[in-house]
């Protein structure tokens, strides 16, 4: 193999690495951001001791979750995603936006997030959202280097 064509093979295999890494790291944060979502509770006034206002929906703190890069959004929806379906769907579509390099930030601007996360004012996320999924983190890159086979 004449040497220009191992540099044109070398290149190759670094695209197909630079790319697969890409990959599992789009994946496994969309994995990251779903896992979270979905451990977010939603409001559930039958459970509370309270009743909930009139007309009350839940969902808006699992609509809240937000993906950017390099800082956090500063925004927060006002409208409940109770199922996490648009929430993720939003963030996945993001995620796929994201270049090797840049740092992807997953947030909630709502101010009652941290009382539920570290505080357990919630039965339904006793041990919070972030972290629990964070310890996940491992499986996410595991199961996402594996669909790249």
Do not use: C
Not at 26 to 52: A, F, H
Request: positive net charge; proline residues 7%.
């Amino acid at each position: 193999m004449a040497r220009t064509d191992f540099g044109k093979a070398l290149h190759k295999f670094a695209e197909k690495v630079d790319g697969g890494i890409a990959t599992v790291m789009r994946k496994s944060s969309i994995d990251l951001l779903s896992s979270i979502v979905m451990k977010t509770p939603v409001g559930n006034p039958t459970l509370w001791k309270s009743k909930g206002p009139p007309g009350y929906v839940g969902g808006r703190l699992r609509a809240s979750w937000t993906v950017d890069f390099d800082q956090a959004v500063f925004t927060a929806t006002l409208k409940p995603d109770p199922s996490g379906a648009l929430t993720i769907a939003n963030g996945a579509t993001k995620l796929q936006q994201w270049e090797p390099g840049l740092p992807i930030v997953i947030s909630t601007r709502l101010p009652y997030a941290p009382r539920i996360e570290f505080q357990g004012h919630s039965g339904q996320a006793p041990a919070g959202m972030v972290r629990v999924s964070v310890a996940e983190w491992h499986s996410f890159v595991e199961r996402a280097a594996r669909s790249l086979d």
